[in-house]
């Protein structure tokens, strides 16, 4: 069998390292990319596959590292959106720098990676885009909106990318993880700068129950990984492959959401078309 060749980027800790090592061991090639030199030789030694250095929110570089990498291998056959950090507090403690800089790496970046990736896959007939959710992106809570925000956008992107590429024989592929043990809420987490304390005293402390759960979250990243390249593997038997219990029960919970609202409001939805 053919070897893939798959370009994970993240993979300097984290889920990101895990796919990586699992696909790897299967005998694919991977290539992936980190945000700098000690993070690309930790890789490099942990991992037997190459990693470039490229920061993702400067989308002029990402075409550049795709045509490195076709130059090398002539094909990428599976794309993992992976790379991207989650920004938390109010949404009103936030400053439009913040703001911007999530999106342009949860969002943004991720675009141009599609974009630049789709002329080759296209080329082949054939192709993979995985991108990493969450589980945020199905129900948004306190403190977490301007992450869930850019999510949401990142699934509503993919389900018009899942239309537009399936005719070329391209798969997309949403990952929607719950709270995995990884270093998320470790050095990876970014806080709005200000913090408002009359939101502490009436709903809650979102930095320090935040950084309690560091570490101790209930998710396998090692099955998620597991799970991510099986169904990569299998040829994507599902848009959306929910991953931790967590997930499901936001899901259930959307339902629900959905199926109240349509039986109280259905008859005067329906009353507003002619």
């Not at 994970?8 to 061991?25: F, H």
């Not at 470039?52 to 130059?71: G, M, Q, R, V, Y």
């Not at 913040?98 to 675009?111: G, M, P």
């Not at 990952?175 to 009436?202: C, Q």
Request: charged share 25%; proline share 3%; glycine share 8%.
């Amino acid at each position: 069998m053919k070897q893939k060749v798959w370009l994970i980027t993240g993979v300097s800790k984290g889920l990101g390292r895990e796919i990586a090592k699992q696909v790897v061991a299967t005998g694919d090639i991977v290539i992936g990319t980190v945000r700098n030199k000690e993070d690309k030789v930790a890789f490099e030694s942990g991992v037997d596959a190459k990693a470039f250095i490229i920061d993702l929110a400067e989308t002029k570089l990402i075409p550049t590292l795709i045509n490195s990498i076709i130059k090398e291998h002539g094909q990428i056959d599976v794309l993992v959106n992976n790379a991207g950090f989650g920004a938390f507090g109010m949404i009103e403690e936030f400053d439009e720098e913040e703001v911007t800089n999530q999106f342009n790496v949860n969002v943004i970046a991720v675009w141009k990676l599609c974009q630049s990736v789709l002329p080759f896959m296209r080329d082949k007939g054939q192709g993979t885009i995985v991108q990493i959710s969450s589980r945020v992106a199905i129900t948004a809570g306190i403190g977490n909106g301007i992450y869930a925000s850019s999510k949401f956008a990142l699934e509503g992107m993919s389900e018009a990318l899942k239309q537009e590429v399936e005719p070329f024989g391209i798969k997309v592929m949403l990952a929607e993880l719950g709270a995995l043990r990884t270093d998320f809420f470790g050095a990876s987490v970014k806080y709005a700068k200000n913090s408002l304390p009359f939101y502490t005293e009436k709903l809650t402390d979102i930095r320090t129950n935040t950084k309690k759960l560091n570490g101790k979250q209930s998710g396998d990243p090692i099955k998620v990984a597991q799970a991510i390249i099986e169904a990569v593997n299998k040829n994507v038997p599902t848009f959306r492959l929910p991953l931790t219990a967590g997930t499901i029960d936001a899901m259930k919970a959307k339902i629900t959401e959905f199926q109240n609202s349509i039986e109280l409001n259905e008859n005067i939805a329906r009353s507003m078309d002619y």
